[in-house]
Nanobody, 124 residues
């Protein structure tokens, strides 16, 4: 089993920044594609960003491209989401997830492991 724990969420005003972290347990962390998703009340969980096992390939939702950056440090078993120029519509619970697929995927059902989520609130 892989355990994922997110941290770094909080309250920030529009235009501000937050850095989310996802700490993973397990000796095979580096073998997993890692993704970030978010969810707001009344909506399905939404893809945000994904990074492959080596960190050499990333992909982003159009809504966050140019503002968010996903990265990973396999030596620390940690994946990050740097969020800049935050907007009120970025308000959500953010989840990190791990997929065994060797390429980045955007579909929730293709991820095997999930963190507990961390709340991000962006004020107007």
């Amino acid at each position: 089993q892989v355990q994922l724990v997110e941290s770094g969420g909080g309250l920030v005003q529009a235009g501000g920044s937050l850095r989310l972290s996802c700490a993973a347990s397990g000796r095979t962390f580096s073998s997993y594609t890692m993704g970030w998703f978010r969810q707001v009340p009344g909506k399905e969980r939404e893809f945000v960003a994904v990074i492959n096992w080596s960190g050499g390939s990333t992909n982003y939702a159009d809504s966050v491209k140019g503002r968010f950056t996903i990265s990973r440090d396999n030596a620390k078993d940690t994946v990050y989401l740097q969020m800049n120029s935050l907007k009120p519509e970025d308000t959500a619970v953010y989840y990190c997830a791990a997929s065994p697929l060797p390429y980045g995927v955007r579909t929730v059902r293709l991820y095997d492991y999930w963190g507990q989520g961390t709340q991000v609130t962006v004020s107007s």
